[in-house]
């Protein structure tokens, strides 16, 4: 990292994190865990995005088995963290804040995926209902309800409602893992890094995807297209787009959990083929 580089990324981290904690209060036993540089700079900003690390670890460790154990999640959000004060481009119109918590929950999901923490009977039963599900919406012209996937699996509803809890951990999006604010909702496709970046995800977008995801959407059930229109375009919360819908917040909340998985099964789909 340039001189020159270095001195405007200290600027913009320091206007950006003016409310956020610092140094002195994070627990003396978190900061010996922190991997610190010869870059007293960097350091800084390591010390004073501790407690945002630490408290993003412990909202995905929340929705994980007790197994997964929190200080490697800490540890690899800093990775993450570093990553970002690498990378990040002023010029672009992001907050370094926003752009840094993007990487620092990717580098904790990359963690647990290489820790293949998800057993394989749940990855494989994961694999079935997928299969089912889009034979079924073949079939059938229109998404397949939890009994006739049950009915096609040839197991009783309760059990297949049963599986479906059990894997849906490992189906959870970026936003339902790691969020902590509204603005997170986009950072998916906003929090982008300088356009000549190496980073696979740039090329990927480069070469399409944002075209593969707005097909998806498209072909989405009207109502389930309008809940994430609302959620994530016109930045509404579940409750006032249960007002809209004259729905309840839960209904909302499964409107929005459908169309997410279904899109994720549309887009493996394409992918592979």
Known sequence: MSTSGAT?????????????????????????????????????????????????????????????????????????????????????????????????RGAMLDELRNQDWVPRSV????????????????????????????????????EYQERMGRTRVSMMSLEELGGTHSSDKKSLLDCLENPNSKNPFIQLKNKGVRDIIMKTVEELPEKQKLVLSLYYYEDLNLKEIGRILDVTESRVSQLHTQAVQKMKLKLRHLLQE
């Open 8 to 104: 405007q990324k200290k600027q913009i981290f320091v206007d950006d994190n003016a409310e956020q904690p610092k140094p002195k209060k994070v627990a003396q036993n978190q900061t010996r865990a922190v991997p610190l540089t010869s870059d007293p700079m960097r350091n800084q900003i390591i010390m004073d995005y501790a407690p945002l690390i630490k408290y993003i670890a412990q909202k995905i460790a929340a929705r994980l088995p007790s197994n997964i154990d929190l200080d490697d999640l800490f540890s690899a959000g800093v990775i993450g963290l570093m990553d970002a004060i690498d990378k990040y481009d002023p010029s672009r119109d992001n907050k370094f804040k926003t752009y840094a918590e993007f990487r620092v």
């Open 123 to 158: 990855r494989e039963s994961n694999k079935k209902e997928d299969k089912a599900k889009l034979e079924l919406e073949h079939k059938l012209g229109r998404p397949a309800t939890e009994r006739e996937i049950a009915q096609f699996l040839e197991v009783p509803l309760e």
